[in-house]
């Protein structure tokens, strides 16, 4: 069983950057498809970013494009979102998940989740 573990997060001021980690257990990681996504008080998941598992190809919410880059280190069984560039429209609490089937940008296309990292942006 893939386990999915979410650090990094924090409270922060618009413009400044964080980088959350989501460290995974077993073997498959690096056969596997990863996403962030995230999730406002009151609001439902959304979509953040995936990373594809053979290509490394990458694909972003309109969002966060141009300032969140999603990474991968598969011999550290480790994804990262390197978060630049905050807005306090980024709070969220933010997951990994692993990508099981269907369209990318679905929380039900995902069948593992981690725990969540919080993550405030203050003005």
């Known amino acids: 069983q893939v386990q999915l573990v979410e650090s990094g997060g924090g409270l922060v001021q618009t413009g400044d950057s964080l980088r959350l980690s989501c460290a995974a257990s077993g073997r498959t990681f690096s056969q596997s498809t990863m996403g962030w996504f995230r999730q406002a008080p009151g609001k439902e998941r959304e979509f953040v970013a995936v990373?594809?598992?053979?290509?490394?190809?990458?694909d972003y919410a309109d969002s966060v494009r141009g300032r969140f880059t999603i990474s991968r280190d598969n011999a550290k069984n480790t994804l990262y979102l390197q978060m630049d560039s905050l807005k306090p429209e980024d709070t969220a609490v933010y997951y990994c998940?692993?990508?099981?089937?269907?369209?990318?940008?679905?929380?039900?296309?995902?069948?593992?989740w981690g725990r969540g990292t919080q993550v405030t942006v203050s003005s």
């Open positions: 990373i594809r598992q053979i290509s490394a190809s990458t």
């Open positions: 998940a692993r990508y099981d089937s269907g369209t990318y940008f679905y929380a039900a296309s995902y069948d593992r």
